[in-house]
C-alpha cells in the first residue's frame, strides 16, 4: 500500500515562488519513480516533472524547465516541486503520483503512474 498526500498550495502573485511537497506513506521502505501532474477543468492531466527513484535523473517538461525543480528525500519519503518565477498559466490543480511498475517506456506519463495523491491547488494572479 501506498499512499501520497500534497502540501504547499496556494495563492501567489506571478513572479512568486511555492514549494510544493508531496508525502508518500508505506509499509515498507522501497522508493518508486515519481511525477508532479497538473490539470485545470476541462483539460487533461498532464505531467510537469519527474524523477527517478534514487532521485538522479529528473526531467522537466519545456513550458516550466528552468523555473521549477522537481526533487526528493527518501529518508523522509518526500518529493517536491520548487516553483519560481510563476505565472498565472501555471494555475491548476497540481499532483503527486507513484510509478509502481516503473517502466521505462511509460517514463513520466499518465497512463504509467499507478498511485495519486488528491492534488492541492495552485493559483497564480495579481
Known amino acids: 500500500q501506498l499512499q501520497l498526500v500534497e502540501f504547499g498550495g496556494g495563492l501567489v502573485q506571478p513572479g512568486g515562488s511555492l514549494r510544493l511537497s508531496c508525502a508518500a506513506s508505506?509499509?515498507?521502505?522501497?522508493?518508486?519513480?515519481m511525477g508532479w501532474f497538473r490539470q485545470t477543468p476541462g483539460k487533461e492531466r498532464e505531467g510537469v516533472a519527474c524523477?527517478?527513484?534514487?532521485?538522479?535523473?529528473?526531467s522537466h517538461i519545456n513550458p516550466v524547465k528552468g523555473r521549477f525543480t522537481i526533487s526528493r528525500d527518501n529518508t523522509k519519503n518526500a518529493v517536491y516541486l520548487q516553483m519560481e518565477n510563476l505565472k498565472p498559466e501555471d494555475t491548476a490543480v497540481y499532483y503527486c503520483a507513484a510509478d509502481l511498475f516503473g517502466e521505462e517506456e511509460e517514463w513520466c506519463s499518465y497512463e504509467g503512474m499507478d498511485t495519486w495523491g488528491k492534488g492541492t491547488l495552485v493559483t497564480v494572479s495579481s
Open positions: 524523477i527517478s527513484a534514487d532521485g538522479q535523473w529528473r
Open positions: 508505506s509499509a515498507t521502505s522501497e522508493q518508486y519513480p
